[in-house]
Nanobody, 115 residues
Framework: QVQLVESGGGLVQAGGSLRLSCAAS????????MNWYRQAPGKQHELVAS???????TYADFVKGRFTISRDNAKNTVYLQMNSLKPEDTAVYLC?????????WGQGTQVTVSS
């Protein structure tokens, strides 16, 4: 029953940076993994980055070296720092977690990268 709320999206120029936040309604310290997905128009969700409760991170190849996922348990928040943004990064970015086979999604925050 955790609720996830994303923020931090916006319109930026190519090469710029944004930091997305995903605020959870309850403690995330014991949640095994939290994820950032993105969905561009006409496309399915694709996994961008993941972080475990022990702060192990995983990244999609298309964001390696540019994006960083992190977690602040005291704030019940997971972040996605996005640098060197490209127009093809334009999408709705969604926070996601799975608890006992139940999937929880935020509403998403729009990221638009202009040329």
């Amino acid at each position: 029953q955790v609720q996830l709320v994303e923020s931090g999206g916006g319109l930026v120029q190519a090469g710029g940076s944004l930091r997305l936040s995903c605020a959870a309604s309850q403690s995330i310290a014991s949640i095994n993994v939290m994820n950032w997905y993105r969905q561009a128009p006409g496309k399915q969700h694709e996994l961008v980055a993941s972080i475990t409760s022990s702060s192990r991170t995983t990244y999609a190849d298309f964001v390696k070296g540019r994006f960083t996922i992190s977690r602040d348990n005291a704030k019940n928040t997971v972040y996605l720092q996005m640098n060197s943004l490209k127009p093809e990064d334009t999408a709705v970015y969604l926070c996601h977690t799975q608890i006992r086979y139940a999937n929880y999604w935020g509403q998403g925050t729009q990221v638009t990268v202009s040329s």
